[in-house]
């Protein structure tokens, strides 16, 4: 049975990095299968997609994110992490990880997240 | 703003059926498949329908999805008190080249 469980600082000063680790299990995050991904949601806001990651070290970002973002991977560990330099209380939210299938049939190239972790709220304050 | 359109709330009693509907545009759901999500305070989003009209399994057949154009539609019949959750759509964005969300439907059942 597939989890994944997000961890890291619950509260980070503004200005600083936002560092958050996913621990998967009950699959590999080498799977060539899926991708891993990072999503968040603000207080009273929408879902928000922040970036994904392959097993080949391919990594793909929202653009409005992309320059203050990094996912990388702990293969000995299977472990994802998500960094978010330059943090403001505009970047407090609830945190998720998730696994992505992406992949082509006939019928067309679909992509869906079919796993998430319950998610960790991230406090930006001073 | 979310880029896909959902409405805030919605409810129904108990055996009832309910939809919820989701908005986008040709970038994202005219162009591609909407997924649907439930989510329960505190756990994790759970995958309720993929391709449009799709069931994972163990999810139960009171809940079906389809798509029209550049909007999508959650159905979900017999309704349980065990199906009062928020909502969300999903779909994948061309512009963006990355998926979007729809902002939540608190569904209530009464």
């Known amino acids: 049975h597939l989890q994944l469980q997000e961890s890291g600082p619950g509260l980070v000063k503004p200005s600083e990095t936002l560092s958050l680790t996913c621990t998967v299990s009950?699959?590999?995050?080498?799977?060539?299968?899926?991708?891993w991904g990072w999503i968040r949601q603000p207080p009273g806001k929408a879902l928000e997609w922040i970036g994904t990651?392959?097993?080949?070290?391919?990594?793909y970002y929202n653009p409005s994110l992309k320059s203050r973002v990094t996912i990388s991977e702990d293969t000995s560990k299977n472990q994802f992490s998500l960094k978010l330099r330059f943090v403001t209380a505009a970047d407090t939210a609830v945190f998720y990880c998730?696994?992505?299938?992406?992949?082509?049939?006939?019928?067309?190239?679909?992509?869906?997240?079919?796993?998430w972790g319950q998610g960790t709220l991230v406090t930006v304050s001073s | 703003q979310s880029v896909l359109t959902q409405p805030p709330s919605a409810s129904g009693t108990p055996g009832q059926r309910v939809t919820i509907s989701c908005s986008g545009s040709?970038?994202?759901?005219?162009?591609?498949?909407v997924n649907w999500y439930q989510h329960l305070p505190g756990t994790a989003p759970k995958l309720l329908i993929y391709?449009?009209?799709q069931r994972p399994s163990g999810v139960p057949d009171r809940f079906s999805g389809s798509k029209s154009g550049t909007s999508g539609s959650l159905a979900i019949s017999g309704l349980l008190s065990e199906d009062e959750a928020a909502y969300y759509c999903?779909?994948?964005?061309?512009?963006?080249?990355?998926?979007?969300f729809g902002g939540g439907t608190k569904l209530t059942v009464l």
């Open positions: 998730a696994r992505l299938r992406s992949y082509y049939d006939s019928s067309g190239y679909y992509n869906y997240f079919d796993y």
């Open positions: 009950g699959d590999s995050i080498s799977n060539r299968n899926y991708y």
């Open positions: 990651m392959y097993y080949s070290g391919s990594t």
């Open positions: 040709s970038s994202n759901i005219g162009t591609n498949t």
């Open positions: 391709r449009n009209n």
């Open positions: 999903a779909s994948w964005d061309d512009s963006l080249n990355g998926p979007v």
